[in-house]
C-alpha cells in the first residue's frame, strides 16, 4: 500500500505558483521522497527527489519539513502542459533493496487560464 | 525524452492469444522494470531485472512472465489473454547505484484485448 497521502484533485492559476502537498508520517528515515507526474497516458515522468534536505531543479522545488513528515512540490510558474497526476512516492535508495515505485491516487492539477 | 522505448505502441488481440511487450532501457541502465496501469488498479509493479536477474516480483500473473537478455532490453510476455489484461504496460529503467537509482519511463504500450 501507498504510504502517502495527496489531495485528490486541486487547481491552479496558469503562471501562479501550484504547491502540492504530501503527507507521508510514516517515513523512515533511509525512506525518500520522489515526485513524478503522468500527463494523459503518457509515461510517468519524474520530477524530483529528496531526503531531508530541500532540492531545486529545472522543473521544480521541493521543500520537506524538518520532521520529515510531510513535504511540498512547488511548480514555480504552472502552464496549462503542467497539467497531469502527480504521484508523491517514498522509497529507500541501496543495494538490496527493490527499488519499485508504489504509486497511490496522486493529486490531479488542474491548471486553468 | 527519457530515453526508454517501448515497442509496440498499440497492441490489439483476442482473448486467449499470446503477446509479447518489448523495452529497451537508457543507455547504461541495467536495471528494467514493468507496470501495469489499468483503470481499476492504477499503476502496479510487476516485476524487475537486473543485469539479466530477476531482482523482485510484484503482482505479477503466472500468466505472464519477463526476461532480460544480454543486451539489457526486456520483453515482458503474456499468455492466455483475458479482458480484464487489458491495460497499459510501462517499462521503467535506471542505473542502480548503490545510492540513488531514479526511474525513468517509457512511453507504454496499450493493450486491448477483444
Known amino acids: 500500500d501507498a504510504k502517502t497521502t495527496q489531495p485528490t484533485s486541486m487547481d491552479c492559476a496558469e503562471g501562479r505558483a501550484a504547491n502540492l502537498p504530501c503527507n507521508h508520517s510514516?517515513?523512515?528515515?533511509?525512506?525518500?521522497v520522489y515526485w513524478y507526474r503522468q500527463i494523459h497516458s503518457q509515461g510517468p515522468q519524474y520530477i524530483i527527489h529528496?531526503?531531508?534536505n530541500n532540492e531545486t531543479n529545472e522543473m521544480a522545488s521541493l521543500i520537506i519539513t524538518e520532521d520529515r513528515k510531510s513535504s511540498t512540490l512547488i511548480l514555480p510558474h504552472a502552464t496549462l502542459r503542467d497539467t497531469a497526476v502527480y504521484y508523491c512516492?517514498?522509497?529507500?535508495?541501496?543495494?538490496?533493496?527493490?527499488?519499485?515505485?508504489?504509486f497511490g491516487q496522486g493529486t490531479t492539477l488542474q491548471v486553468k487560464p | 525524452d527519457s530515453g526508454v522505448t517501448q515497442t509496440p505502441k498499440h497492441l490489439i488481440t483476442a482473448t486467449g492469444q499470446r503477446v509479447t511487450l518489448r523495452c529497451s532501457p537508457r543507455?547504461?541502465?541495467?536495471?528494467v522494470y514493468w507496470y501495469q496501469q489499468s483503470l481499476d488498479q492504477g499503476l502496479q509493479f510487476l516485476i524487475q531485472?537486473?543485469?539479466?536477474?530477476?531482482?523482485a516480483k510484484g503482482n505479477i500473473l503466472e500468466r505472464f512472465s519477463a526476461q532480460q537478455f544480454p543486451d539489457l532490453h526486456s520483453e515482458l510476455n503474456l499468455s492466455s489473454l483475458e479482458l480484464g489484461d487489458s491495460a497499459l504496460y510501462f517499462c521503467?529503467?535506471?542505473?542502480?547505484?548503490?545510492?540513488?537509482?531514479?526511474?525513468?519511463f517509457g512511453p507504454g504500450t496499450r493493450l486491448t484485448v477483444l
Open positions: 510514516t517515513i523512515s528515515g533511509n525512506e525518500y
Open positions: 531485472y537486473y543485469n539479466g536477474e530477476e531482482r
Open positions: 543507455s547504461g541502465d541495467l536495471s
Open positions: 521503467a529503467s535506471s542505473e542502480e547505484k548503490t545510492y540513488g537509482d531514479t526511474q525513468y
Open positions: 529528496g531526503l531531508k
Open positions: 512516492i517514498v522509497r529507500v535508495h541501496g543495494s538490496g533493496n527493490t527499488g519499485k515505485l508504489i
